[in-house]
């Protein structure tokens, strides 16, 4: 089975920018799909981004344009690049697999269920 360690995140002011890490490791050939999801304070933890094995990246429209993920299969680790950042993006930030996606069908909506392996998360603070 794969495991997630998260590194980076920490508090910014707007505007600023961060990079989040999430390496796996264990069996690492089953991670055909990983995303990336929030939880701010009072609110439903929310999709992010996602990779896939074969359908590439994607990104939800509320970070469009400022955030993009990427993997390096070097190093097993995904990351999360954050520009241009909101006071709305503080949340706590997880990345998660679905090992079972690998064509990709259901990756890119990024159905919380569907993620069974999550890292244990990492904070991302945004003053104004």
């Known amino acids: 089975q794969v495991q997630l360690a998260q590194s980076g995140g920490g508090s910014v002011q707007a505007g600023g920018s961060l990079r989040l890490s999430c390496a796996a490791s264990?069996?690492?050939?089953?991670?055909?799909?990983m995303g990336w999801f929030r939880q701010a304070p009072g609110k439903a933890r929310e999709g992010v981004a996602t990779?896939?094995?074969?359908?590439?990246?994607t990104v939800t429209e509320p970070v469009k344009g400022r955030f993009s993920t990427f993997l390096d299969n070097d190093k097993n680790t995904l990351y999360l690049e954050m520009d241009s950042l909101e006071v709305e993006d503080t949340a706590m930030y997880y990345c998660?697999?679905?090992?079972?996606?690998?064509?990709?069908?259901?990756?890119?909506?990024?159905?919380?269920?569907?993620?069974?392996?999550w890292g244990q998360g990492t904070q991302v603070t945004v003053s104004s």
């Open positions: 998660a697999v679905d090992s079972e996606d690998f064509f990709g069908a259901r990756c890119h909506e990024l159905n919380e269920a569907a993620f069974t392996i």
């Open positions: 264990g069996d690492t050939q089953n991670r055909p799909c």
């Open positions: 990779w896939h094995l074969l359908r590439g990246t």
